[in-house]
């Protein structure tokens, strides 16, 4: 079963400057898909970005950006000029392509993020 | 909004007792994928359907079940409560349900059992 991993329980960063969570992934498949959620306070889960493992440009979405490693098992996420609105849990979330993804997303444990003012 | 839509949002009830969760997904998205998330066993994947038929199966229970209707809106019955069941329950709803689909989520419905 594949396991996902995010290190970093609570990270604090002062606003607009840039912050990068964490997270690995343990898989022995080669084809698969990974993504960041984000979660505020309202409980909504987010979808901020997301990576396909056989593309080997990292996925940016305007101050969103993730460095993704392959062999390393690594999906960092680094957020640019943070801002307040960024406050949130994040997750890190895997899915297989195997059985042409008749799964559902694997989920680390997340990062709690705080934008200090 | 992600355009999927969960009722009722809080629901609050005892141990022993069974409850229905309503899901509607997005529209023209046939997927819809159940998750619970609570705080020791964090978020988990509990069962999806598309286009009516159970597709996969994750970590759910046997007093829990779901379905898809041909309206495609999704219910997930618990049944036989226990307060660990206490949790927060995402519907997540993709166009094909195939493994390059985003899933977007709802807004879930936070369950208590007193």
């Known amino acids: 079963a594949q396991t996902v991993t995010q290190s970093q329980p609570e990270m604090s960063v002062q606003e607009a400057e840039t912050v990068t969570l964490s997270c690995t992934y343990d898989t022995s498949e080669s084809d698969y898909y990974l993504f960041w959620y984000k979660q505020p306070p309202s409980r909504q889960m987010i979808l901020v970005i997301r990576?396909?493992?056989?593309?080997?440009q990292n996925a940016t979405e305007n101050r969103f950006s993730v460095n993704f490693q392959k062999a390393a098992k690594s999906f960092s996420l680094k957020i640019s000029d943070s801002q307040l609105g960024d406050a949130a849990m994040y997750f890190c979330?895997?899915?297989?392509?195997?059985?042409?993804?008749?799964?559902?997303?694997?989920f680390g444990k997340g990062t709690h993020l705080i934008i200090q003012p | 909004d992600s355009g999927v839509t969960q009722t009722p949002k809080h629901l609050i009830t005892a141990t022993g007792q069974r409850v229905t969760l309503r899901c509607s997904p997005r529209s023209g998205d046939l997927s819809v994928y159940w998750y619970q998330q609570s705080l020791d066993q964090g978020l988990q994947f509990l069962i999806q359907?598309?286009?009516?038929?159970?597709?996969a199966k994750g970590n759910i229970l046997e007093r829990f079940s779901a379905q898809q209707f041909p309206d495609l809106h999704s219910e997930l019955n618990l049944s036989s409560l226990e307060l660990g069941d206490s949790a927060l329950y995402f519907c997540a709803s993709s166009s094909t349900g195939t493994w390059d689909q985003p899933q977007h989520f709802g807004d879930g419905t936070r369950l208590s059992i007193l």
């Open positions: 359907y598309y286009n009516g038929e159970e597709r």
């Open positions: 990576q396909e493992a056989y593309k080997q």
């Open positions: 979330a895997y899915r297989s392509a195997r059985g042409g993804g008749a799964d559902g997303l694997t």
